[in-house]
């Protein structure tokens, strides 16, 4: 390695990222033929196994991707806890020096594998910003510790409308905390972002009786489903300033900052957008104005649950709906504990997940995530 303190694959920046850091461990591989640095983060493994994505990228320097890990697979242990679900927080980061596709692509992902395999089952992972079905499938060649590649009629899953099924659960607990009564009819929510979960959710939110308002930079797209769904487009310049009952990120993230809070003419947030707040603080300027926020990482995890239950061998859609509808319950926990303690519903959510993790797992722990296929009897209800 070679570089100025702090340069591209510089280790001591790496070993600043890492010497307070309190998490499991992580795998750090440098892939030669493509010059690909791979980081696999393990950050908890108090619930079971550490699982989550495996993200492609692109970043200024190798840090900035096990920067970027680090904080994904804490992010994975929160979300995993505050749903109570039997994973630790894990990430993997291919931080690759430029696009790359047939043979080096394929080559990158199987020797990523057969990484994984080497952990033996310590992680598990699935397709994330920049990685598709098919390149898990790539994977899956070669190792078992894939998610998402055989779903329920063992061709590849989409996780999206068990996502929009969680998300909807998630907006009639928020309804009935704020307007006693989870009847969602003659509500107004506008759905930011129709695609793979925006479309259903919105799909769902039509059928129960909602006023819909459906925004999209493809404005197209929302045409299409303002008509299928009987709802009105807005701009999607004003979004966030127009008056509805329920405002569902489904698009991009950061869409809640200290610029926007203040415009906001919602009673509730509550959607599908990973990362919604700019920053943690945004969540105490949503309760300031009086706006019910549904943490994002709690509301947005229907998809990832179905995704381990199917690979689990739980493939009856009945069962795998009542389980991701769970999250509604989950979240109305989560703002009653919320206003008895007077803190904001994002606290309370992290606390949550606090005390579940201090709690440990409700049976036998699992420690490899194959072994997930054949869990203690209880383990995953
Ligand atoms: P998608 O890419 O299928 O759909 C996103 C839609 O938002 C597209 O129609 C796009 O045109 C639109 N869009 C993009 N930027 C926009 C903007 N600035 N304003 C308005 N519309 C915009 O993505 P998908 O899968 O529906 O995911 C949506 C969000 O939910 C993302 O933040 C994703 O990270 C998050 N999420 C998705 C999960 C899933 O199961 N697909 C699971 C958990 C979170």
Redesign the pocket.
């Known amino acids: 390695m070679t570089g100025a303190p702090g340069a591209a694959g510089d280790v001591g920046g790496i070993e600043a990222l890492l010497s307070d850091w309190d998490g499991v461990g992580v795998v750090v591989r440098r892939d030669g033929p493509t010059g690909t640095w791979i980081f696999v983060v393990l950050d908890d493994d108090t619930l079971g196994p550490p699982t989550g994505g495996c993200r492609m990228k692109v970043y200024p320097t190798p840090e900035d991707g096990l920067a970027d890990g680090l904080r994904l697979a804490r992010g994975m242990t929160y979300k995993w806890a505050a749903m109570d679900f039997p994973f630790g927080g894990g990430k993997s980061v291919l931080a690759v020096p430029g696009p790359l596709d047939g043979d080096q692509r394929r080559g990158l992902l199987l020797r990523f594998g057969a990484l994984l395999n080497s952990l033996g089952g310590r992680y598990g992972t699935g397709a994330d910003?920049g990685t598709s079905v098919d390149d898990m499938k790539t994977i899956a060649e070669v190792t078992p510790y894939v998610i998402g590649v055989h779903g329920r009629d063992h061709g590849p899953m989409?996780?999206?409308?068990?996502?929009?099924l969680g998300v909807f659960s998630g907006i009639q607990a928020a309804v009935a905390h704020r307007f006693g009564s989870e009847d969602l009819g003659g509500r107004t929510v506008l759905v930011?972002?129709?695609?793979?979960?925006?479309?259903p959710l919105a799909r769902r939110l039509a059928r129960a009786g909602v006023d819909l308002l459906l925004?999209?930079?493809?404005e197209e797209?929302?045409r299409r489903v303002a008509e299928a769904t009987g709802g009105a487009v807005v701009r999607?310049g004003g979004?966030t300033a127009t008056p509805c009952d329920v405002y569902a990120?489904?698009?991009?993230?950061a869409?809640l900052s200290s610029e926007t809070v203040s415009g906001l003419e919602c009673a509730i947030v509550a959607?599908?957008?990973?990362?919604?707040l700019a920053r943690p603080s945004d969540a105490d300027l949503l309760h300031e104005r009086g706006i019910l926020y549904a943490p994002?990482f709690v509301i947005?995890?229907?998809?990832?649950m179905a995704f381990t239950l199917i690979y689990r061998g739980e493939d009856q859609l009945e069962e795998l709906e009542s389980r991701v509808s769970a999250i509604g319950p989950r979240l109305a926990e989560i703002f009653e504990e919320a206003t008895r303690t007077g803190v904001t519903p994002w606290r309370a959510a992290h606390a949550l997940a606090e005390r579940v993790l201090a709690r440990g797992p409700q049976s036998g722990r699992v420690s490899s995530f194959e072994d997930m296929r054949s869990p203690p009897p209880g383990q995953l209800s």
């Open positions: 910003l989409d996780p999206s409308p068990f996502t929009a930011e972002g129709v695609g793979a979960v925006g479309d925004a999209d930079v493809d797209r929302a999607s979004v990120p489904c698009a991009v993230g869409t959607g599908a957008a990973n990362n919604q994002d947005n995890g229907g998809g990832a």
